[in-house]
């Protein structure tokens, strides 16, 4: 079974060894539903055959998951990985014009798609003219349209025998995480197959050498690994990455048949099910947690659950002690990272050590570097000295953002002779080593996991026939870490609608993106070259 490979690890390669050591092996399950790890590789076999028997077929060809949580989300992964092609993320929350730009802008050619999407599609399929191969995926919302492949019929002619493209495989195949990042369009991480492994396999206690050896491998397969359960959507990075780590290592993936986040749901699952870990968007999910945990603190048994990340946006230390009390054996991580950026820092949250919110201890190939000048190169940040930085990771990562040139210079930097991903994230470097994070340095807004940039939901604001100007900041909450908050400049005679306001936005944009709440103001105060004061424009919505 041996393959060493000269360019490095591939998915797929990996999967199908582990489904020859553990063909029995739970590998993915959803309410009722149960897939071995032999019928996943046979499956996405299936799958990867229908990719390939598509006219003009090639390598790398770019296939978007346009799913909900689902097992499918990951077997049409694989099957892609199989057929030598890439992978393109694609939220399930955006607008007709946000899918048509993500699905051009990364050369989409086949998608995956649940049957709740049809309407959606139907209105873009003639905007995305390179988009061949459609694969319904039946959800009883309706029947296939005759323009699609029903993706039942694709998984179920396959076989035993492994799928592979006429190019081969190579840990050089790309997976394109497409981020909502923090200036403008949606843009797509390029990560090598590769250095996502190296960067995920670092976690674990037996790694791996760095030329994939599948006989390691399999000697480190011996038998089913952890129970993983993506609380957060697979659609992003946080989610994915987890649930691709747990697959790394022979284990399983449940996924929650809601498709909204409903801590019952959860919590029955993970009592189900025995979840190990899970992976959630801060307090967004652990707040509503822990407040079903505590009306109910005997309905569950939460035991069998391990560890819980959270990746995107912090969770305070309050909620972490009230989760602990429930369950004293948990392990907390906040992870810092980034679709740019995987595991640039942690804190890590335990009954015996405690945590301290926002404060991380950086990884070995991380530092916190100050912005270059004309007049100064970039330095580390002085410990103690209280002077921000940015957070910059060193190593395994992405070979820059998809067609764009330009802004992968500005991210991907060479410092001291070593290249650097530097996302953005701004923090301060205590006396004793430890990083306190503050934020992104940009105008982006984080609310729930979801990024959002004002300046779109500005422009949007700004074509509703009431409004002249419209400023869009972040204020602090409870539950989504942070709310979106409207200050809008009407036109003479106008009086304020914020409820059509709101649905203005969602009529163009993903729901997310419209704000909280909708406050008239005289002026937003442009400057004289257009620039908004975001600053005061945010104390003006907090008081």
Not at 147 to 168: F, I, L, R, S
Not at 335 to 345: D, F, H, R, T
Request: proline content about 5%.
């Amino acid at each position: 079974m041996s393959d060493t490979s000269d360019t490095g690890w591939n998915f797929a390669d990996l999967w199908e060894t582990i489904a020859q050591e553990l063909p029995d092996a739970l590998c993915q399950q959803q309410g009722v539903r149960q897939v071995t790890w032999g019928d996943f590789n046979r499956r996405a076999n299936g799958v990867a055959k229908v990719l390939l028997d598509a006219p003009g077929a090639a390598e790398q060809d770019k296939v978007a998951q346009y799913l909900y949580n689902c097992p499918e989300y990951l077997e049409s992964v694989f099957a892609a990985f199989k057929a030598g092609m890439a992978i393109v993320n694609t939220n399930y929350r955006y607008a007709a014009d946000e899918l048509v730009y993500l699905w051009d802008n990364g050369d989409v050619t086949s998608v995956v798609f649940h049957g709740s999407f049809t309407e959606q599609i139907e209105a873009v399929r003639s905007r995305v003219p390179r988009i061949s191969t459609w694969l319904w995926v039946d959800d009883n919302s309706g029947a296939c349209p005759d323009w699609a492949t029903p993706y039942e019929d694709a998984a179920g002619q396959g076989a035993k025998e492994n799928v592979t493209g006429a190019w081969g495989r190579s840990g050089d195949h790309l997976l394109l995480l497409y981020t909502g990042g923090t200036t403008g369009m949606p843009k797509g991480v390029m990560w090598r197959q590769d250095d996502v492994f190296g960067v995920l396999d670092a976690n674990n206690r037996q790694r791996m050498p760095p030329e994939q050896d599948l006989d390691a491998a399999a000697d480190r397969i011996n038998t089913p690994g952890p129970r993983n359960m993506p609380s957060a959507p697979l659609m992003h990075g946080t989610g994915l990455f987890n649930a691709i780590s747990n697959l790394m290592v022979g284990g399983s993936i449940t996924t929650m048949e809601g498709r909204s986040f409903d801590p019952t749901e959860f919590l029955d699952t993970v009592q189900q099910f025995e979840i190990n870990s899970t992976s959630i968007v801060g307090d967004a999910f652990a707040k509503p947690i822990l407040r079903a945990l505590d009306e109910e603190p005997k309905r569950w048994d939460v035991s069998s659950l391990r560890v819980i990340v959270s990746s995107g946006v912090m969770w305070s230390k309050e909620t972490k002690d009230g989760l602990l009390a429930h369950n004293p054996r948990l392990i907390l991580v906040d992870a810092l990272g980034s679709s740019e950026a995987i595991g640039m820092a942690t804190n890590t949250t335990t009954a015996e050590s405690g945590g301290d919110t926002a404060k991380f201890v950086l990884g070995p190939r991380t530092r916190v570097v100050t912005d270059a000048t004309d007049t100064e190169p970039s330095r580390d940040v002085v410990p103690g000295s209280g002077e921000l930085g940015r957070v910059a990771l060193r190593g395994r990562t992405p070979i820059g953002y998809y067609k764009d040139e330009a802004k992968s210079e500005k991210t991907f930097v060479t410092i001291d002779g070593e290249r650097y991903s530097i996302p953005g994230d701004y923090a301060s470097v205590e006396v004793d080593g430890t990083v306190s994070l503050k934020g992104r340095g940009s105008q982006c807004i984080n609310t729930g996991g979801e990024k959002v940039y004002p300046e779109e939901v500005e422009e949007c604001l700004k074509l509703h026939p009431s409004v002249h100007d419209a400023a869009v900041v972040g204020l602090p909450d409870d539950k989504w870490g942070e709310a979106i908050n409207a200050l809008v400049e009407l036109l003479p005679g106008e009086e304020l609608d914020s409820e059509a306001l709101r649905d203005h936005v969602k009529a163009h944009l993903a729901a997310y993106k419209a704000p909280k709440r909708v406050i008239n103001i005289e002026t937003v105060g442009r400057a004289a070259n257009g620039k908004l004061d975001y600053k005061a424009l945010k104390a003006l919505a907090l008081a």
